[in-house]
């Protein structure tokens, strides 16, 4: 019954609007039917992305462009001032994209649950490497679409601990190469994770830091972010007391042994969080590679807020920086390392890609 409506309304593309509501609508399991019928006739990321109206130019955003012919479904683009041609693909997560029905199964798999490489690649039918660079593409692709949301009301402020780890890094010399220093306590080795959330589910997580957490990191990922009415809550952490200073915000505390300021002032929502985030990373992804520790975040993040396909669609076609994101990650994360540890950035991968930013560029973008 979902799919004949849907079939009327599709064949009429001026209701667009009518077919995203009537498909958000539809449960999950006839979200994954209506997926598969259509696979045969279409894919929906054409039906949408071809109609995405194209701004400016994705290499200068020069608004001077022309078209210039077609690439099978898609219309190509010639930008007037740079020279290059592009298509509305060009830059987000489907860019030079081939096996697009896989792809759209792929990303349906990772709306369901946590997996790791090889049981994805395992179930969809695709290589280990594919499957790989497919799930950091799709994360590029949402990361900080909601960094400009304010924080409402009592916001709960906390930074989590991830043993710093090199995962999957070839050619390290020294032993536990797969992480770090076994010392408890706040060391140089524990990679900072700050979550910000309010009682609303505006949630902000952010890698930061290699070593102890200080206000210049903080201010770096959510300063200017809450209203006048914004309540600050945490432990007594001084970096965090001198943040809400600076901020004028409210700032309700309390010692981290007693969890609780009394009342509605605690922090058990983020410690929810935190608790789910460390067991799928650390037992259910078996660990995952600080270089990546953001992206993993981003993907618990996007599960927490229960999007649909056409959501992270509409996020990853608005995204046009997620070809620079994952062709540059090496880079990034070398920038990472040398700006905010004490760690030495050791044995760059031999992968490269032809894309290569600017310093400044990579700054700019930061570790997302």
């Not at 695709?126 to 994360?139: E, G, M």
């Not at 009342?263 to 985030?277: C, K, P, T, W």
């Amino acid at each position: 019954m979902f799919f004949i409506i849907f079939e009327e309304i599709y064949y009429n593309m001026t209701k667009k609007d009518e077919i995203i509501q009537l498909f958000n609508s539809l449960p999950g399991d006839e979200r994954n039917k209506v997926l598969k019928e259509l696979n045969t006739q279409t894919t929906l990321d054409t039906m949408f992305i071809e109609d995405a109206p194209i701004v400016c130019c994705p290499h200068c955003d020069s608004k001077l462009f022309i078209k210039n012919g077609r690439r099978g479904d898609l219309q190509k683009y010639k930008c007037k001032s740079c020279c290059k041609v592009f298509t509305s693909r060009t830059g987000t997560s489907l860019h030079r994209l081939q096996k697009i029905n896989k792809f759209e199964a792929y990303k349906a798999l990772m709306l369901k649950g946590y997996f790791t490489i090889q049981q994805m690649a395992t179930q969809i039918g695709i290589s280990t490497q594919t499957a790989f660079d497919w799930r950091h593409k799709i994360l590029s692709g949402v990361s900080g679409s909601d960094c400009n949301d304010k924080f409402e009301g009592i916001t709960e402020i906390d930074d989590i601990w991830f043993l710093y780890s090199q995962k999957g890094r070839k050619g390290l010399g020294f032993s536990r190469k797969r992480g770090g220093s076994k010392r408890a306590g706040d060391n140089d080795f524990q990679a900072k994770l700050l979550i910000t959330s309010d009682r609303n589910k505006t949630t902000d997580m952010s890698v930061v830091r290699i070593g102890r957490l200080n206000k210049s990191d903080i201010q770096r990922k959510i300063s200017g972010r809450f209203s006048n009415e914004s309540t600050l809550v945490s432990d007594k952490h001084r970096s965090i007391s001198s943040f809400a200073k600076s901020e004028e915000l409210k700032h309700v505390s309390f010692k981290a042994s007693e969890h609780s300021a009394g009342g509605e002032f605690h922090v058990q929502n983020i410690n929810g969080m935190a608790s789910r985030l460390k067991g799928i990373i650390n037992h259910t992804l078996r660990g995952v590679s600080t270089k990546y520790l953001q992206s993993y975040a981003n993907w618990y993040k996007l599960n927490l807020k229960k999007m649909g396909t056409f959501e992270v669609d509409t996020l990853m076609t608005k995204n046009k920086k997620v070809t620079d994101l994952h062709e540059n990650r090496e880079a990034i994360y070398k920038w990472f390392i040398e700006n905010f540890s004490k760690r030495t950035y050791r044995c760059p991968v031999k992968r490269t890609f032809l894309s290569k930013l600017e310093p400044e560029m990579i700054a700019k973008l930061g570790f997302i």
